[in-house]
């Protein structure tokens, strides 16, 4: 049986007017509908109090809940009438939505993707009455007694400054709720301060974005290079100085955390936010760095059978990471696949909606570990490949970051060699995309054979006779000179051959294990920094992407960031990103008998004509 002919058995059928989808069990139905872009009117978002999100479902409907006997007659509910936040996709149903009334607030995130808000953080303006010796209600039950639409608990940090708050402020409160927790009262109406940080934690670079929450959109962006940098550039050196020096763990985990907490300030004096109104946090990172950050001891992913501590975090606030924000801010931390399909992928994966889209897909994040994903809302492979730090320009000669210098576009002619440089400065170095591009651009004009080799003088001659003579010899080695100081050598293109075929081994066995070639690939998205440089011509041709007409290779751009957004932004959109640990196949490769002489088959550049 082929990937395909799978059908999760978590999943069930659902039919809203006309249009049927396919959802995992167990979601709302409120949820069901609008992830598949069918609005059902609202206005608290799904929180259970407006009681607007009326649907029927005349066959078979589930039992009531307290909320539906509160806003439906006895009749109503005897026809099915149910409110949509409140009734569970159990079994297969017909449902019956009524027009919008209302129209819901949405922002767009993540590939394209309209995500309706509904943030798990809602911040509620109370105007209580004050006690007197005939209402002798506790100060916490006069509170909850006005949320009682919410089953909220409320930790002793809130209940040691409630007294004094309502008092000061003659019970004119904003009630902070995080999911079900009171996490704060705060003097008068801050209903309108209300910010949420995303994080993408990446092994080199680490970006946040401060997000209203009121309204979706984002308030302020940062990036700086992860404090972790001197400890090594990938992960496998980070993890390996754990194992060499005791102290490591913790000096690797303050560092993680200094980044995160600059980061914040850093956000919160941009946007003019005052760090007190963030009250939550959302993290995207590999395991590796999210191990970390946590302070878990990372060593088990370094050394087969590469197992990590837990594929789901325990309940964590921005506090265990470091992060200076409200006291009682919660974290929401990316659950990850396998030690090496981390949270970042899955952050990537709900970004891009690849669960949702009926087309075949590929989902490839390009970098010194690169994590494949193929499939479509009825299956999901995942599998990582390890590319080495060609793409990083660590393991090239003149390979250096995408930052300013780096040459990042090359195209050439048999008599011209054209660069784009970032930042418009003197060319310093030769990033990955650069280094693509000057590769595909060799193999075109036919300067490379298809083995990966510069051919001999004579015949450059006559197939690039303006640039010929720009191959030369350095020490020992060939060398092609991109200008008086750049140049690639015959060993770089062996690394990015390795890189290549690394990768191009990866999502040919996805596409084995699901039956399927590469025509039957309909979009191909490339995935972090490095994609987003990556011209989708150049991976085409030396076969780093299956071979699909170019408009179907899309860079998908920071979807690792756009995935923490949306987990702040939609408590649904968090709970679809859960969803996803049930619905991916991980295979792995270094088990595969055949690993090595596919690998071997990959090396050479694809015939184009
Ligand atoms: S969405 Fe408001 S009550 Fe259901």
């Known amino acids: 049986m082929t990937a395909q002919d799978e059908v999760p058995a978590a999943r069930v059928n659902l039919l809203f007017n006309e249009r049927a989808v396919r959802v995992p069990a167990g979601v709302t139905l409120f949820d069901a509908a609008s992830w598949n872009g069918i609005a059902i009117d609202s206005t ?131 009630a902070v709720v995080v999911d079900d927790a009171l996490i704060a009262v705060e003097s008068g109406d801050t209903t309108g301060h209300c910010y949420g940080i995303a994080f993408d934690l990446g092994t080199t670079t680490v970006v946040a974005t401060l997000l209203d929450l009121n309204t979706g959109t984002p308030v302020a962006v940062e990036s700086m290079l992860n404090k972790q940098q001197p400890f090594g550039a990938d992960v496998i050196t980070r993890i390996s100085a754990t194992m060499l020096d005791s102290d490591a763990l913790d000096k690797l985990t303050a560092l993680a955390h200094q980044t995160l907490s600059e980061l914040a300030a850093d956000v919160c004096k941009q946007g003019d936010v005052d760090p007190a109104h963030v009250y939550e946090i959302a993290v995207a990172g590999n395991a590796t760095m999210t191990h970390i950050a946590l302070g878990i001891d990372p060593e088990p992913l370094g050394v087969a059978p590469f197992i990590m501590a837990t594929r789901l975090y325990p309940p964590t606030l921005a506090s265990d990471l470091g992060v200076q924000v409200h006291p009682r801010a919660r974290a ?184 399927l070639t590469e025509k039957d690939v309909q979009q191909v998205l490339l995935a972090g920094s490095f994609g987003s440089y990556l011209s989708p011509a150049s991976a085409i041709r030396i076969g780093l992407v299956p071979k699909v007409p170019v408009l179907r290779v899309v860079s998908a751009g920071n979807v690792a960031g756009e995935g923490a957004k949306m987990a702040l932004l939609s408590l649904r959109e968090r709970a679809g990103g859960l969803a996803l640990l049930e619905e991916v196949n991980y295979v792995e490769l270094s088990d595969r008998a055949d690993f090595n002489d596919r690998f071997i088959d990959q090396l050479a550049f694809p015939h184009h004509d």
């Open 44 to 174: 608290c978002g799904g929180h259970g109090t407006c009681k607007k999100c009326r649907i029927r479902i005349p066959a078979d409907p589930p039992a009531p809940t307290s909320l539906d006997v509160r806003a439906y007659s006895a009749q109503e509910l005897r026809d099915g009438w149910r409110l949509a936040c409140r009734a569970i996709a159990t079994k297969d149903s017909s449902v019956e939505v009524p027009p919008l009334t209302t129209r819901p607030k949405a922002a767009t995130v993540g590939v394209g993707r309209q995500v309706i808000l509904r943030p798990a953080v809602i911040k509620r303006y109370l105007e209580l009455a004050e006690p007197t010796l005939g209402d002798q209600a506790t100060d916490l039950e006069r509170v909850l007694a006005a949320l009682d639409d919410l089953e909220l608990t409320a930790d002793l940090a809130v209940l040691r400054a409630l007294g004094r708050t309502l008092r000061e402020s003659d019970y004119l409160i904003t």
């Open 332 to 515: 929401v931390v990316f659950p990850a696949f396998g030690a090496y399909v981390g949270g970042d992928i899955t952050a990537g994966l709900l970004a891009s909606g690849m669960d949702r889209d009926s087309r075949v897909r590929l989902f490839v994040d390009i970098g010194t570990n690169c994590e494949i994903v193929l499939g479509n809302r009825d299956w999901l492979l995942a599998t990582a490949a390890p590319a080495g730090p060609a793409f990083e320009g660590a393991a090239i000669r003149c390979g250096m970051r995408a930052a300013d210098g780096a040459i990042e576009v090359v195209t050439m002619t048999p008599d011209s060699v054209d660069l784009k440089v970032i930042g418009d400065a003197e060319p310093a170095g030769l990033c990955g995309s650069g280094l693509v591009d000057a590769v595909t651009a060799l193999v075109k004009v036919g300067l490379l054979d298809s083995s990966g080799r510069f051919v001999p003088d004579e015949e450059a001659a006559s197939r690039a006779p303006g640039i010929a003579e720009r191959l030369s010899m350095i020490g020992q080695e060939r060398v092609f000179m991109l200008t008086d100081s750049v140049y690639l050598t015959q060993r770089d293109i062996r690394e990015l051959q390795f890189a290549k075929a690394a990768i191009a081994t990866g999502w040919r066995i996805l596409l084995e294990e699901a039956g």
